[in-house]
């Protein structure tokens, strides 16, 4: 078994935008915040590609390394998470992500910031905590993944997406002989 | 604002249960809260209650005619949140953005709540009783002054196909041929084309056959952004080596996968298409299996195709002739292929028969008639635009695809209304017909209007706006217009559409949203808005663009004090005394009906159970066949895909393809055609030829003692084809050569605006046409001369089309209300070149003027090479803004669109389709300037 991952075939991706609407509607995600957001690249050329940018829960994250407060955390399924309340809204870990994941609801000016949101896979109920105050690992359903309109976007244990796009790619080998 | 997101999803919850409790309050009577209605007090006041009921429940999404499934979780009966329905064969789950909104859509604080009507100039809340009663008593009053003529409905493409079979069962019980549907606009020349050239007008395969293709030749479609689910099939087909070749004005998102991308100016479609065929012909890349026993024409089409050399088709296209060439060979190395389309090639003055071309190449190479995964494959556009389609919601049609013009089409269709068990009524032809008036025309001959095909969604404005008699083949003017969840703003000659709204009597909008036809018209009095429930709250069944019938059950109870389209349809029935035709107790009483009369296109087999059982058992159903393995379902297609003849029949996935017997859902070219008086076997009917490796099959369409299956209550007619192994339709050709039509094989013609005199010259459009569809004399050759007379094409020299935007779906009432959807596409833009723009001295972001000879838009300019420097392209949702200027405040309070914008199709061109009044919105010309 692998860690949590997503996989983004850019040759099948064409922007339909299901990825952010589905993680929309069931996280009720305010308007301003993507989770994820499907860039386009070479836009109206010849190599025009769309690519999904969810937070990709790098395995030696540096948002977890820089966070003052320890809201970001590194969960053993590979799902990089945060608590909420622990969050003061610096905005450390947008500086140090690679990809542009972490979203500040709330905008404004000076000092209006609201606390870090990112995608969280999914994990369902988010945050849950038992009665001795412990948090539950919810099993993580990647709702943008599980609705992608071509499959171009395969998220969950890494081990069974990556069995999946090699299967893809090894139909379309044995095609060509 | 600290608030978490776990909070946020439970207050929107709240939000969301506080709405519905107010609808089911204001449902009882209450008027209390509901007016000033402020989501953000709820907000603030909803409390966290876990759900104590949570039901999944198996739908099918409302947007376009894919056909996706998908689970709706409803807590409390409230509509909350949406899962993939996995094991769909269609979508395996995926959605676009449109799909995964509903939720927001259903819920939208933008819906209509209540009845209104505008009088004095202001909105007031009325009651159902009340409007009911006053839209129903203008009806009666038409009617009972003998001019039910002055009525025109039009809609519907979002109800069920047991709703639309109850509004043209309403229209025409009621006595007016004036009905119409968005098909109008989206396929009318699909249907009349392939109808002639086959013999039915729908899709021939199925969406899941789509994987077993090995070339898409995409025309005029944008699939990735107008059908993105259908492409999770291309890809599919491409993983196995798979093809795909798009021919477009724009370089668009489809065009990106693509693996050759030809440009081609807009309008000269057919003489793209016939330089392809030239290729073909030159080089017998012809599968003559298929040709030399199975068509008729095939020796005229060489003579038409000898002069659209590539090197001719150059200078029409633009098209480089290398690229033809290179384009054929790969149609001919790669089989079978799909010709894909959309609205980019339907919506032409010649539209007809550049499907009459897309219908000639894919038989000529063999990807019609046997082949699975090939063939002709037109995407629809609404979810259950085809089954309107089959239920002939249609101003020449009844219902079953039988036409008006017919008087044995009324007889059988009295007949059924008579015997069908679902409801209590009894109605002769007799009686039907002296429903109908008959007036005298222009030349003085008398005319029946039972058997008069009526006004079209297209040229609707003229039934109100042109002179009786003189001008328009009616005795009165339109002075009621019905919009039955139908945009006005996909329509072009919004001015004159405008005009013709502010000059009706009354104006009545059934909608889940008040949309624009309520907006639009400055006029202080006589509108009616009445709220509509949305599909995700009404039931029946719906057919997708691959003719396969699913079963939606609806999620939760109408929102507000909406209603259902069925609902509304029978208390209008009641208050004209034509109730006892619309007792139905449910849906499935009213499928039951369609079961029993709609035989011309075999909708025998599709009944509620065997849909429910399918919905059941749809993980036994292979997403790559379409076909169920195993299970009470074994062998069934999924869907059942008219033809279905019996209810034991599995369906027809793909039309023609005589590769299967017919009890597996085998079936042939129709055989109820006969040779024209100048072939030497003149009347004789045109048959399949012998085979010898196939024995004997030339079967003509099965009929006894002069009755036609189709007109067969019994169905032993049917019964005894089934038996011989014969389709019903018989075993006939396919036309190349169509002889009842002015253009008998497809010839390039110039669109009514072109920037090119010269080859209008060479290549004129038709000449005009006397009494087509009410009107009197419809303008083509007339406008076109008028065009270069106004030296349009130097006034306005870039060329103008339109298209689809992915998050935005036909007029946008549903989907700019969505906060989702507008977030993603805020605006509407057109595009232009930047070698175009740099000319102009325009940059990125600027407010542009795009002015034609109609008027001119105001929008934001999108500098990207998609086109090319003579080419504009501007999306069509958008309304709310009129030439620059915007109305937003003559809508009903709180119940504008998030987002606004001016409306493409008020420049766009004023030309419609010779053989279905389509309109031509893909050719204008157009100025681009700074505003």
Redesign the interface.
Known sequence: MGVNKFLIDH??C?????C???C?????????VRRIRVVTVN????????IAMPCFHCYDAPCVKVCPTRTLYKRGDGVVNHT??KCIGCGYCLVACPFGAPQF??GGIFGTR??M?KCSFCVQ???QKDEQGNMIENEPIP?CA??????ALLGGDSTEISKQFRE?IA??IS??F | ??T???D??IS??GFIKASAALGAATALGSYAGSKNFNPAEIFGTAQATPATTVEKIKSICSFCAVGCGYVGVVEDGVFT????W?DHPI??????????????VTNSPRRLRYPMEKSGGKWNRISWEDALDKVGGKLKGYRDNGEPDSVFMCGLVHGSNEEAFMFRKFAMLYGTNNIDHQARLCHSTTVAGLLASFGHGAMTNSVEMLTQSKIFFFMGSNA??AH??L??KV?EA????ARLIVADPR?T??A??SDM?MRFRPGTDIALLLGIINVLVEHDWIDHDTVDYRTYGFEQLKEVVKEYTPEVVEDITWVPAFDIREAARLMSDNAPGAVIWSMGATQHSVGTYIIRAFAILATILGWQGREWGGGCIPIRVHDNVQGATDMCVLSHFLPGYYGVSSASSWEYWAKVFSETTSTSGNISASTLASRYTTFTNKEGVETNLQLTPGLTVSNWYKGALMQPVSEIDQPTNVKMAMFWGESISSITEMKEQKKALEKLEMLVVVDPFPTAAAALPERSDGIILLPAATRQEGGGSVTNTGRAWQWREPLVAPLYESRTDMAIIKELAGRLDMGNHFDYDSYEAVTAEINLGSRAIGNQGETPERMKRQKEYAHLFDPKTGKAQGGPVDGEWWGLPWPCWTESHPGTPVLYSDLLPVSEGGHDFRGNRTYPTDEPNAGRPMLREDEPQYGTQHVPQYSENGVAYSMDLTGAIVAKALADGNPPTGRGKMRIRVFEQTDKIPIHREPIESPRPDLVDKYPTYPDQPHLYRIVNCEFETEQQRSIAEKRHEKFPIVLTSGRQ??HHGGGAQTRSS???S??TPEVYVEINPHLAAGKDIREGDMVWVESARGKIKVRAKI???VNDQTAFVPFHWNGVFEGESYQDRWPENTAEVVVGDSVNIITSPGVDQVTQMQETKVALCNIYKA
Request: charged share 30%; glycine share 12%; hydrophobic share 30%.
């Open positions: 040759t099948r064409i922007r339909c935008t299901g952010e609407t589905a929309k509607t069931n996280n009720g995600v305010p308007t301003g836009e109206g050329k010849v190599g025009e590609r769309n909420k309340e609801p709330g609201g606390k949101d109920p988010f945050n709702m599980r609705f992608c309109s071509t499959k893809r139909g379309f095609f060509s | 604002m600290g978490a997101f776990r946020i999803k929107r919850r949140k949406m899962e993939p996995e979508n395996q789950g995926g959605m676009c953005c449109k799909g995964t909104s509903l939720v927001d990735a952004e993105p689910v492409m999770q890809f491409r993983d196995k080596g370089f998102r489809t990106a996968f991308f992915v998050a906060e989702l959807l977030e993603i990207t090479e998609r």
